[in-house]
């Protein structure tokens, strides 16, 4: 046989193999090279072993500093304890003595030892000594990776699929969208004066008992199944005002999109989590008992602000826990005399930070992500003594529609990590088609805010300097930019205007105003004008200047004028950044009082007066006219709250409305 370029195998005459057959020598060249691409065996005696030698585990081993006490190391064991009772803790029934058994991992990995935690409640006196559910294990999915919930996803929850962009496509079941009939409040002497109850506001009561009912199904649901998601994270990036929170789930699905929607806490700071400020119970899939006092249907999203705890039966929306959870910091992040907004934030290369404020359809997403600027975040911020922070680590972004050339940002962000809600895709491509609406209009994409190439992490910036509020104003009488005092910032503030578009079915459309005061009515706790109040003495100490920008309609209502164009509206915006619409001249306008630059570098000067696009001169004084006692109508909840201990600034709001 011939030598190869390593060695030499040479075939033996005079010895017998197997059969028969001569036996094979290899031999090593003089120099000692010869090719050999054999390795050390495997250790490991079955395929089980082997497969788990490919996790390597990751375990920090940080120490948890007990204040004044000498910080120490604790044993990875006592730390797993510990982590196990505080969940256990969470998921025990009031009823009952102890919590239940938690033991941390896959039931399917069944060669994994469990670690199981059982945690007594003296507290609570037992009604009941044994049950079923304290004789299973609950095993725990405890904050796992992206990686991880795919799998889980794919696996066990039927819908779940992975995109052509890497993307985690997933249903939402029966509930496309929010449900905010059906979410309550408990009123209890700690929120009976505080929060905003009674006539405009969100917050439909329910009691302490009907509460606990509920609470019980959701923890007894989750009890019942083999698993649970376990995600510890964080709201808020100002690091002395975050809040801890806790989100026990049934869908993987629902972790993820918490993983992303969350702060996500690094080893060191999970190891040091403890016990979470507030806890929700995610039972979504489990409808509610309909008997129940309160309830109407079998949805109902409970929030206890004293209990600090958040019940979820019905839905399997994630957007009730973003939601739920920005009422939650509505209510708390006032407290500390911090303002919450509903509003998206960023930053210039200079460090002047703009507050973007506005309803569905006004452009807020679209004006607030600026290539040339750094992005805070999209949707919720809070304003405290050290500047802006956004309270979530990442964004929510509506899909429909949604194309590269219109949003490349969004686009770009839909990749391995990302949460798709409802999309439809292409059976064998998986190649999303984001203007099929067959499940539902509001598709949705979920993904970390570092997806986003602009982000400022930490998502932190110094106090704005501009306060921007979005107007999409079908009726087309407003201008397409006003400079406003502080009382009508307040004004509008409270207000929180746009126009919807209604069709009928001659395919005649008119325009609907639209009122949500703060700009997120639907998830304020306090009344408007607490809020307001707080805005304008952040304001006014750190000299803001409010804007009032119309992206909807010039020329005409809707179906006679046209949209302003999104050119001219980054221009009016990219002034307002500069600070040189700050020195421009300005005139008023009738009914609203509105003072209005003459002239825009890059915008057409006749535009910015909008009776000057109008043909028929009557019919938009006609519009103006109405749409300034739409506003009065809606102002009138909230002429009765004052403002201030003397009530000198609610007069000024009030003097800042339209005069018809």
Aim: with cysteine.
């Amino acid at each position: 046989m011939a030598a190869n370029g390593s060695g030499r195998v040479t075939l033996s005459k005079g010895s017998a193999g197997w059969n028969g057959l001569p036996k094979i020598h290899t031999e090593k060249r003089a120099e000692g090279i010869c090719h050999d691409d054999s390795t050390t065996p495997v250790k490991a005696q079955t395929i089980d072993e082997l497969h788990s030698l490919q996790r390597k585990k990751s375990a920090p081993t940080t120490p948890i500093n007990f204040g004044a006490q000498a910080p120490f190391t604790l044993s990875e064991e006592e730390r797993h304890k510990q982590q196990l009772q505080s969940i256990s803790t969470s998921l025990a029934s009031l009823t009952r003595e102890t919590g239940p058994k938690v033991v941390k991992g896959d039931p399917a990995r069944q060669s994994e030892t469990p670690r199981v935690s059982h945690v007594s409640h003296p507290d609570f006196t037992p009604t009941t000594d044994v049950s079923d559910s304290s004789l299973k294990f609950t095993h725990v999915l405890y904050n796992l990776s992206p990686g991880e919930l795919y799998e889980q996803a794919i696996k066990y929850e039927k819908g779940s699929f992975i995109t052509s962009s890497g993307a985690l496509a997933t249903l939402s079941g029966a509930k496309t969208g929010r449900s905010p009939k059906d979410k309550r409040v408990v009123r209890d002497e700690s929120t009976e004066d505080v929060l905003w109850w009674g006539k405009g506001s969100p917050n439909i009561e329910m009691d302490e008992h009907t509460f606990l009912v509920n609470r019980e199904r959701a923890v007894d649901y989750l009890n019942s199944l083999e698993k649970v998601f376990v995600n510890d994270q964080f709201l808020n990036w100002d690091p002395e005002n975050r809040i801890k929170v806790r989100i026990v789930s049934a869908r993987a699905y629902h972790s993820l999109f918490m993983h992303n929607m969350c702060i996500r806490p690094t080893p060191e700071e999970l190891e040091d989590f403890g016990n979470p400020d507030f806890t929700i119970y995610n039972a979504g899939q489990f409808p509610c008992n309909r008997y129940t006092h309160y309830m109407t249907s079998s949805t109902s999203i409970d929030l206890n602000l004293h209990r600090r705890e958040m019940v979820i039966l019905g839905t399997q929306y994630a957007g009730e826990m973003k939601k739920g959870l920005f009422s939650v910091m509505h209510y708390l992040m006032p407290m500390r005399q911090i303002l919450s907004l509903h509003s998206g934030c960023n930053m210039g290369k200079d460090g002047d930070v703009a507050l973007f404020f506005g309803l569905s359809g006004t452009g807020k997403t679209t004006l607030s992500t600026d290539h040339n600027r750094y992005l805070i975040g999209d949707d919720e911020h809070c304003w405290s003594d050290n500047g802006v922070s956004n309270i979530e680590g990442g964004c929510y972004a509506k899909c429909i529609d949604l194309s590269k050339e219109k949003e490349p940002d969004i686009w770009n962000a839909i990749r391995f990590g990302t949460v798709l809600e409802n999309v439809v895709f292409d059976e064998h491509t998986r190649e999303v088609d984001y203007s099929d609406k067959s499940v539902t209009e509001n598709t949705r994409a979920a993904y970390p805010i570092e997806y986003i190439p602009n982000a400022k992490i930490p998502c932190v910036a110094s106090h704005p300097k501009n306060v921007i509020l979005l107007a999409c104003d079908a009726f087309g009488v407003l201008p397409p930019v006003s400079k406003l005092s502080l009382a009508q910032t307040m004004y509008h503030f409270i207000s929180g205007y746009t126009a919807l578009v209604a069709g009928t079915e001659e395919g005649v459309k008119e325009p609907q105003a639209t009122f949500s005061a703060c700009f997120g009515a639907a998830f304020i706790m306090l009344h408007p004008t607490k809020y307001a109040a707080m805005l304008a003495s952040k304001m006014r100490k750190h000299g803001a200047t409010g804007w009032l920008v119309n992206t909807g309609w010039s020329g005409g209502s809707y179906g006679s004028g046209s949209r302003i164009k999104l050119a001219y509206t980054r221009k009016i915006i990219d002034a307002i950044h500069s600070g040189s619409l700050l020195n421009a001249n300005y005139k008023k306008t009738e009914v609203f009082g509105l003072d209005i630059p003459t002239e825009i570098e890059g915008v057409p000067s006749e535009i910015l007066e909008p009776m000057n696009t109008w043909a028929d001169k009557k019919a938009y004084k006609e519009t103006l006219l109405k749409l300034g006692g739409l506003f009065t109508n809606n102002f009138e909840v909230f002429v009765n709250h004052k403002i201030g201990k003397d009530g000198k600034l609610t007069d000024e709001i009030l003097a800042a409305g339209p005069v018809l």
